[in-house]
């Protein structure tokens, strides 16, 4: 056999593969790693030393899973008892040293989702339900307790704990160690223990695009809900106003709307 025809060894001989997970071709596996027999694996995915993936877990294209992380493991829920649910990892991702992503419950949606393209840092923790958007950073140690929701293009900061339930709107900002006990509506800036808005996620939104005018109209809505003085329905009757002719306040009217804890406030 020449140098050429040498077959490319993509799995360490250490790893353990269940002969029934579903693994793209092109997968590396390395070293003492675990992959369990409902895994499927998409193709380009690169799966570091020491991963264990198991449950019913389901993770995309493209996506390198750093060593230690255990995936698809039980939900740390005192009312599971063994039933069927899943974990769902879309393509692209980036999921560093030591995080935990568990599977659903019955009490939910019974999937636990990550999305597109997210930056997940060393020892973040996604707990059973967790529905995560697109594009989001989570910087080290960031907590997520059963059944959060966070929208596309969220940052938290290292050490933010996020209490069961919360829903997070999109592109907001959430600072080091806060703790979020109620909803934080879209583009927000927050920060603090207890955590507290500090107006609209300015540099992000420029980062992405985001035009003067439409930040002047974020901005506009974030002072009708936060600095006016009017009462939760008020403000939302006086951004509902706003989002008529101004399309990047829909998402922050529409937020309002569905809250189910709260917000933060």
């Given at each position: 056999m020449t140098k050429e025809e040498t077959p490319v060894l993509r799995h360490h001989p250490t790893a353990i593969i269940h002969p029934e997970a579903c693994v793209a071709a092109d997968v590396c596996i390395?070293?003492?790693?675990?992959i369990g027999p409902q895994v499927s694996i998409g193709s380009g995915s690169v799966i570091?030393?020491?991963?264990r993936i198991s449950g019913r877990t389901t993770i995309g294209q493209r996506n390198r899973i750093y060593s230690y992380c255990a995936l698809g493991g039980d939900p740390q829920d005192k009312k599971y008892r063994g039933e069927d649910s899943a974990l769902e990892i879309g393509d692209d991702n980036t999921i560093r040293e030591f995080c935990t992503l568990n599977l659903g419950t019955d009490d939910d949606a019974?999937?636990?989702?990550?999305?597109?393209?997210?930056?997940?840092?060393?020892?973040?923790?996604l707990a059973h339900d967790c529905q995560v958007g697109n594009h989001t950073t989570l910087a080290n140690h960031a907590t997520l307790a059963g059944h959060v929701h966070l929208g596309d293009w969220v940052t938290l900061g290292g050490f933010v704990g996020v209490h069961q339930f919360v829903r997070i709107g999109a592109h907001s900002f959430?600072?080091?160690s806060a703790v979020i006990t109620q909803d934080v509506p879209p583009y927000l800036l927050v920060a603090g223990n207890p955590a507290s808005p500090h107006g609209?996620?300015?540099?992000?939104?420029?980062?992405?695009?985001f035009s003067a005018e439409q930040l002047a109209s974020l901005k506009q809505a974030y002072r009708k809900l936060y600095r006016s003085?009017?009462?939760?329905?008020?403000?939302q009757q006086e951004i509902g106003t706003l989002a008529q002719d101004n399309p990047c306040v829909e998402p922050?009217?529409?937020f309002l709307q569905q809250t189910a804890r709260g917000i933060l406030r």
């Amino acid at each position: 056999m020449t140098k050429e025809e040498t077959p490319v060894l993509r799995h360490h001989p250490t790893a353990i593969i269940h002969p029934e997970a579903c693994v793209a071709a092109d997968v590396c596996i390395g070293a003492y790693s675990i992959i369990g027999p409902q895994v499927s694996i998409g193709s380009g995915s690169v799966i570091q030393d020491y991963v264990r993936i198991s449950g019913r877990t389901t993770i995309g294209q493209r996506n390198r899973i750093y060593s230690y992380c255990a995936l698809g493991g039980d939900p740390q829920d005192k009312k599971y008892r063994g039933e069927d649910s899943a974990l769902e990892i879309g393509d692209d991702n980036t999921i560093r040293e030591f995080c935990t992503l568990n599977l659903g419950t019955d009490d939910d949606a019974g999937v636990t989702r990550l999305g597109n393209h997210n930056w997940i840092m060393a020892y973040v923790h996604l707990a059973h339900d967790c529905q995560v958007g697109n594009h989001t950073t989570l910087a080290n140690h960031a907590t997520l307790a059963g059944h959060v929701h966070l929208g596309d293009w969220v940052t938290l900061g290292g050490f933010v704990g996020v209490h069961q339930f919360v829903r997070i709107g999109a592109h907001s900002f959430i600072g080091i160690s806060a703790v979020i006990t109620q909803d934080v509506p879209p583009y927000l800036l927050v920060a603090g223990n207890p955590a507290s808005p500090h107006g609209i996620n300015a540099e992000g939104l420029k980062r992405r695009g985001f035009s003067a005018e439409q930040l002047a109209s974020l901005k506009q809505a974030y002072r009708k809900l936060y600095r006016s003085g009017l009462s939760l329905e008020q403000a939302q009757q006086e951004i509902g106003t706003l989002a008529q002719d101004n399309p990047c306040v829909e998402p922050f009217r529409d937020f309002l709307q569905q809250t189910a804890r709260g917000i933060l406030r």
